[in-house]
């Protein structure tokens, strides 16, 4: 099931390469199904291409707190939390501060 989700959010990009929502979705299907090096490529492919898309650091940082990579997620948390406030979204905000600090005193 899950690798009929993968083909048709690649079939959508095809069609689509700049949705970022498909990109962020596919991300995550990725992440689902353990390949994380695909997840962690297609989070970064995303960032280049829709830095603004706020939804994306929360996950990215995440994704490197599992590879333990704890200068990377809160370096990722921080540039959420700067496209955050830019956007006023303090939703993402406020989960990106959590995030962070979480992190900061594990």
């Known amino acids: 099931m899950k690798k009929n989700r993968i083909s048709t959010l690649q079939e959508f990009l095809k069609e ?5 929502f498909v990109r962020f979705a596919l ?7 353990g390949t994380l090096k695909s997840a962690l490529d297609t989070y ?8 603004d898309y706020v939804g994306l650091y929360y996950h990215l940082g995440g994704l490197y707190v599992q590879l333990n990579e704890k ?7 921080e540039e959420g939390i700067i496209v955050a406030k830019k956007l006023a979204d303090f ?3 406020s989960e990106l501060h959590t995030a962070k600090t979480n992190l900061e005193i594990a």
């Open 71 to 77: 200068e990377k997620a809160l370096k990722t948390f």
């Open 91 to 93: 939703h993402a905000l």
């Open 16 to 20: 689509d390469p700049g949705d970022s």
């Open 44 to 51: 970064e492919e995303l960032k280049k291409l829709d830095a």
């Open 27 to 33: 991300a995550k299907e990725y992440e689902k199904l």
